[in-house]
């Protein structure tokens, strides 16, 4: 039977030497003892923390939404009132310095004022039209006269300030620093604990910083707006969250 074999395969043009060592690698293969898996190993033999960086410092530039918010009977009578309107709040915002490139159009829109009444077909009764733009004040002592030369234009609606610093790249450096070394004098007072050695870091994950809150955002009559006064600055926190994973050395 075994030579049959063998002939069968001369035919095709399968070397009977190379068979025979496909049959003995199959044999070695299927009695070869599988390794540990390494990542098993090094999962559970690691110490996993959690550390945090906080810098603080003083705030460079703010950010202003301010705009128009208008409700007409028509919608050319809304979008004209409020074209008009925030044409003077640019020209005076511009007044106090604000370069044209540090003002963008964040929202632009207009939404029909439907009456709802029970059994009857809805009826659009008129168009709220809303233009409000972001503001980048650099010099932190103009942002109350941005402010108060807006409202003075006919601004009715102030989205917030928001402070923070023109390049956050050297405090988030120094943030993940502290949230680094904050990580490993936690993995160092567990693994003593612990009684065991602290290894060399396998990971570090890290987590996201909130970014700045602006101040509450406010819309108002344009006949009620007052000048919102001085503003200030106060200080500025970045922060720096990561995980590290250590492994334990035995």
């Not at 098993?40 to 705030?59: E, F, L, Q």
């Not at 109350?144 to 917030?160: E, H, I, P, R, S």
């Not at 680094?180 to 570090?204: D, E």
Request: proline residues 5%.
């Amino acid at each position: 039977m075994f030579s049959r074999f063998i002939q069968a395969a001369s035919v095709f043009g399968i070397s009977t030497i190379v068979l025979l060592t496909v049959i003995g690698l199959a044999s070695r293969t299927s009695t070869a003892t599988a390794a540990p898996n390494a990542a098993d190993v090094a999962t559970s033999n690691v110490i996993v923390v959690s550390g945090t960086g906080t810098v603080t410092t003083k705030p460079d530039q703010a950010t202003i939404s301010i705009g128009v918010q208008f409700t007409a009977p028509t919608l050319d009578a809304a979008t004209k009132q409020a074209s008009d309107t925030m044409t003077k709040v640019l020209d005076a915002i511009k007044a106090q310095g604000i370069d044209a490139k540090d003002i963008q159009t964040s929202n632009y829109n207009f939404n029909p004022i439907t009456n709802y009444q029970n059994g009857q077909t809805p009826q659009v009764t008129g168009y709220q039209v809303t233009n409000i733009v972001t503001v980048t004040v650099r010099n932190l002592a103009n942002v109350g006269k941005v402010l108060d030369a807006g409202v003075g234009a006919g601004a009715n609606y102030l989205g917030g300030v928001t402070f923070d610093v023109a390049d956050r790249s050297p405090y988030q450096s120094q943030a993940r620093t502290q949230a680094v070394q904050n990580a490993t004098q936690i993995a160092q007072t567990l693994a003593q604990a612990a009684g065991v050695k602290l290894g060399p870091v396998i990971s570090i994950t890290e987590g996201i910083s909130a970014p700045p809150v602006p101040l509450p955002a406010k819309t108002f009559l344009a006949s009620d707006a007052v000048a919102p006064g001085p503003v200030e600055s106060g200080s500025l926190q970045i922060t720096s969250y990561v995980e590290v994973r250590f492994q334990i050395s035995q």
